[in-house]
């Protein structure tokens, strides 16, 4: 049976809430307006993922792991990414109150916000296991500010992972 940690337990429960308000939003308004809140979060999902992989116990090899650290660094950028969708707020003159919205864009972006950090933490738990502390704070930061600047590309310079 498939064990689930109380952070994941937690992504779980805001991910079908987004998803039922997300649905709900859809068949009142009869339009797909904030449908790319679902990829959004998908793409959030991926370095939390990444992570959970990274911190069970499993004897990966020393470059699986390392590939499973890079390929973290590379989508971490869009866990922290959703929390511009909020932007997006407005008042979209069609039959949804603005209030609606709202909630849908501040949960989405809370959801992604845990993933980030549930998944830097992840990460920052196997960098002590296998690198030398003195250095592992300096990484984090360094992480927290690569994914800033990933940040940056994707919403002003629409780049994507």
Request: with cysteine.
């Amino acid at each position: 049976m498939l064990r689930l940690s109380s952070a994941e337990k937690i992504v779980l429960i805001f991910l079908l809430f987004v998803a039922a308000m997300l649905t709900m939003r859809i068949m009142y308004a009869n339009n797909m307006r904030y449908a790319f809140l679902m990829w959004n979060l998908f793409l959030a999902w991926i370095p939390f993922q990444l992570s959970i992989s990274l911190a069970m116990k499993r004897q990966y090899n020393k470059w699986i792991r390392y590939g499973l650290l890079a390929c973290w660094l590379l989508f971490f950028p869009n866990a922290l990414y959703i929390i511009t969708d909020l932007i997006h707020l407005e008042n979209s003159g069609d039959k949804v109150p603005v209030w609606f919205d709202a909630i849908l864009l501040f949960t989405s972006s809370l959801t992604g916000l845990i993933m980030a950090f549930v998944s830097l933490y992840q990460v920052e738990l196997f960098l002590r296991q296998n690198l030398r502390t003195n250095h592992i704070n300096k990484m984090i930061v360094a992480v927290l500010f690569l994914g800033s600047f990933g940040v940056y590309l994707g919403r002003f310079l629409r780049w994507n992972s």
